[in-house]
Protein backbone atom coordinates (compact mmCIF):
# COMPACT_ATOMS: atom_id res chain seq x y z
CA UNK A 1 0.00 0.00 0.00
CA UNK A 2 1.38 3.26 -1.34
CA UNK A 3 1.62 5.99 1.70
CA UNK A 4 0.67 9.53 0.73
CA UNK A 5 4.20 12.16 0.88
CA UNK A 6 4.66 14.20 3.71
CA UNK A 7 2.99 17.80 3.26
CA UNK A 8 4.33 20.87 4.76
CA UNK A 9 2.63 23.03 6.71
CA UNK A 10 1.00 25.15 4.33
CA UNK A 11 0.33 27.77 6.92
CA UNK A 12 3.65 28.15 8.03
CA UNK A 13 5.79 27.88 5.00
CA UNK A 14 6.23 30.16 1.60
CA UNK A 15 3.47 29.96 -0.34
CA UNK A 16 2.85 32.01 -3.90
CA UNK A 17 -0.23 33.67 -4.46
CA UNK A 18 -2.60 33.99 -7.48
CA UNK A 19 -0.82 37.09 -7.88
CA UNK A 20 2.43 35.37 -8.72
CA UNK A 21 0.96 32.79 -11.00
CA UNK A 22 -0.05 36.46 -13.19
CA UNK A 23 3.44 37.39 -13.11
CA UNK A 24 4.34 34.28 -15.10
CA UNK A 25 1.49 35.31 -17.40
CA UNK A 26 2.62 36.90 -20.45
CA UNK A 27 0.63 39.77 -22.16
CA UNK A 28 -0.99 37.39 -24.58
CA UNK A 29 -2.56 35.20 -22.04
CA UNK A 30 0.24 32.27 -22.22
CA UNK A 31 1.76 30.75 -19.57
CA UNK A 32 5.25 29.97 -19.07
CA UNK A 33 5.79 25.86 -18.55
CA UNK A 34 8.30 25.43 -15.49
CA UNK A 35 9.75 22.60 -17.09
CA UNK A 36 10.63 23.84 -20.46
CA UNK A 37 10.31 27.33 -20.14
CA UNK A 38 7.83 27.75 -23.53
CA UNK A 39 5.15 30.36 -23.61
CA UNK A 40 1.89 27.70 -23.78
CA UNK A 41 -2.02 29.08 -23.73
CA UNK A 42 -3.83 27.96 -20.76
CA UNK A 43 -5.68 25.37 -22.65
CA UNK A 44 -2.28 23.01 -23.13
CA UNK A 45 -0.99 23.47 -19.26
CA UNK A 46 -1.81 20.99 -16.38
CA UNK A 47 -1.08 22.51 -12.97
CA UNK A 48 -0.16 21.01 -9.98
CA UNK A 49 -2.69 20.12 -7.47
CA UNK A 50 -1.93 21.91 -4.11
CA UNK A 51 0.26 24.50 -6.53
CA UNK A 52 -1.42 25.91 -8.99
CA UNK A 53 0.73 28.52 -9.77
CA UNK A 54 2.58 25.68 -11.25
CA UNK A 55 2.14 25.38 -14.67
CA UNK A 56 3.91 22.50 -16.93
CA UNK A 57 3.05 21.80 -20.96
CA UNK A 58 1.59 18.55 -22.11
CA UNK A 59 4.66 17.48 -23.53
CA UNK A 60 6.31 17.98 -19.94
CA UNK A 61 4.10 16.35 -17.95
CA UNK A 62 3.90 13.26 -20.38
CA UNK A 63 8.20 13.22 -19.91
CA UNK A 64 7.64 13.62 -16.54
CA UNK A 65 5.10 10.61 -16.65
CA UNK A 66 7.70 8.36 -18.43
CA UNK A 67 10.25 9.54 -15.67
CA UNK A 68 8.16 8.60 -12.79
CA UNK A 69 7.50 5.13 -14.19
CA UNK A 70 11.11 4.59 -14.85
CA UNK A 71 11.54 5.67 -11.28
CA UNK A 72 8.78 3.53 -9.88
CA UNK A 73 10.28 0.53 -12.01
CA UNK A 74 13.57 0.88 -10.21
CA UNK A 75 12.11 0.53 -6.85
CA UNK A 76 10.18 -2.41 -7.48
CA UNK A 77 11.69 -4.40 -10.37
CA UNK A 78 9.61 -6.87 -11.91
CA UNK A 79 9.06 -8.74 -15.20
CA UNK A 80 7.16 -6.09 -16.36
CA UNK A 81 9.20 -3.06 -15.34
CA UNK A 82 12.58 -5.44 -17.05
CA UNK A 83 10.72 -4.97 -20.49
CA UNK A 84 9.74 -1.37 -20.00
CA UNK A 85 13.62 -0.96 -19.41
CA UNK A 86 14.14 -2.39 -22.86
CA UNK A 87 11.63 0.14 -24.54
CA UNK A 88 13.43 2.55 -22.83
CA UNK A 89 16.61 1.46 -23.64
CA UNK A 90 15.70 1.49 -26.83
CA UNK A 91 13.86 4.87 -27.16
CA UNK A 92 17.26 6.08 -25.55
CA UNK A 93 19.12 4.76 -28.86
CA UNK A 94 17.02 5.48 -31.30
CA UNK A 95 16.95 9.38 -29.59
CA UNK A 96 20.79 9.59 -29.27
CA UNK A 97 21.03 8.79 -33.09
CA UNK A 98 18.17 11.54 -34.00
CA UNK A 99 16.40 8.91 -35.85
CA UNK A 100 13.28 9.88 -34.72
CA UNK A 101 13.86 13.35 -37.03
CA UNK A 102 14.24 11.80 -40.12
CA UNK A 103 11.59 12.33 -43.38
CA UNK A 104 10.94 8.35 -43.25
CA UNK A 105 11.42 6.54 -40.40
CA UNK A 106 10.57 9.85 -38.26
CA UNK A 107 7.08 9.48 -38.13
CA UNK A 108 6.52 5.96 -37.39
CA UNK A 109 9.19 6.11 -34.35
CA UNK A 110 7.34 9.25 -32.87
CA UNK A 111 4.20 7.49 -33.35
CA UNK A 112 5.42 4.58 -31.63
CA UNK A 113 7.19 6.48 -28.92
CA UNK A 114 3.55 7.75 -28.05
CA UNK A 115 2.04 4.37 -27.95
CA UNK A 116 4.88 2.40 -25.88
CA UNK A 117 5.57 2.90 -22.41
Known amino acids: ?19 AM ?9 LVCWCCGQHQSP ?8 HPEVAVCLGCAHFLHQR ?3 REDELRPSAAA ?12 VMARRWHEKPLIGPVLRWLGTRLP
Not at 2 to 14: E, K
Not at 22 to 30: C, E, L, P, R, V
Not at 43 to 50: A, F, Y
Not at 82 to 93: K, P, Q, S, Y
Open 43 to 50: EEVVHLGD
Open 68 to 70: ARA
Open 1 to 19: MRRAPARPDLDGGCSMTAQ
Open 82 to 93: HARDGLRAVRNF
Open 22 to 30: QAKQGDSGQ
